[in-house]
C-alpha cells in the first residue's frame, strides 16, 4: 500500500489542492492514467491523472464530494445494492472542435460488503477486476463512453455473483 500511495500522481494532486490538509487514501494505475483518492475528515476527492509527454497532468477543475458517515459494512452483498457509496467520476481530454471526447477514463468508487472478494466493472469497451481492499473500498479504472455508466459486478468469497442494479 504505500507504494502505491506515494505514486507521483498523489503528489500531482495534492499540489493542485493545495492548502487544504489532505492524505492520500488510495490509487489505481491504469494504461497511462491514475485514479487518485486523497481526503481529509469532511471531503474525498477523487482525480483522474493522465500521463502526458513523461508528465502526469492533474485536470485544471476538481471537484470533491462529502464523505459519508462510517457506517458498519453490510456481512453480506445482496442486489440491488452489491457497492455501497457508488460514485463514478469521468475525466477527458477534448476533442479538437472543443467538445466532450467520446471515450473517457472512468474511476468507479465504493464499499464492498464484508463477503466481497472483487469486483468487475464493464463498460461497452472496457472491463476490469480490482481486488476488494481490507477496510472494503474499492477503486477501479475503466475506459467509457461519455455517456455510459459503468456496470458492476461483486464477487463473493463463496461464489456468486451479484450486480450492483443502482442507476
Known amino acids: 500500500m504505500a507504494s502505491e500511495l506515494s505514486h507521483p500522481a498523489v503528489e500531482r494532486v495534492l499540489r493542485a489542492l493545495g492548502g487544504r490538509k489532505l492524505t492520500a487514501y488510495a490509487v489505481a494505475e491504469r494504461d497511462g492514467v491514475a485514479a487518485v483518492v486523497v481526503q481529509d475528515d469532511v471531503?474525498?476527492?477523487?482525480v483522474?491523472?493522465?500521463r502526458r509527454n513523461e508528465e502526469w497532468v492533474v485536470?485544471?477543475?476538481?471537484?470533491?464530494?462529502?464523505?459519508?458517515?462510517?457506517t458498519p459494512r453490510p456481512s453480506k452483498t445482496e442486489s440491488p445494492h452489491a457497492l455501497q457509496q457508488v460514485?463514478?467520476?469521468?475525466?477527458?481530454?477534448p476533442r479538437a472542435d472543443g467538445e466532450r471526447p467520446d471515450i473517457a477514463w472512468c474511476a468507479v468508487t465504493g464499499t464492498a460488503a464484508l463477503d466481497?472478494?472483487?469486483?468487475?466493472?464493464?463498460t461497452d469497451s472496457d472491463a476490469h477486476t480490482?481486488?476488494?481492499r481490507l477496510d472494503g473500498y474499492?477503486?477501479?479504472?475503466?475506459?467509457?463512453?461519455?455517456?455510459?455508466r459503468p456496470s458492476v459486478a461483486v464477487h463473493t468469497r463463496d461464489g456468486r455473483q451479484v450486480a450492483d442494479q443502482q442507476p
Not at 59 to 70: K, V, Y
Open 138 to 148: 474499492v477503486l477501479a479504472v475503466v475506459r467509457a463512453g461519455w455517456q455510459e
Open 43 to 46: 471531503t474525498r476527492y477523487v
Open 87 to 93: 460514485a463514478v467520476i469521468k475525466s477527458g481530454w
Open 130 to 132: 480490482v481486488s476488494v
Open 48 to 50: 483522474l491523472v493522465e
Open 116 to 122: 466481497a472478494r472483487d469486483v468487475l466493472v464493464a
Open 59 to 70: 485536470p485544471t477543475a476538481i471537484n470533491g464530494g462529502r464523505r459519508d458517515a462510517l
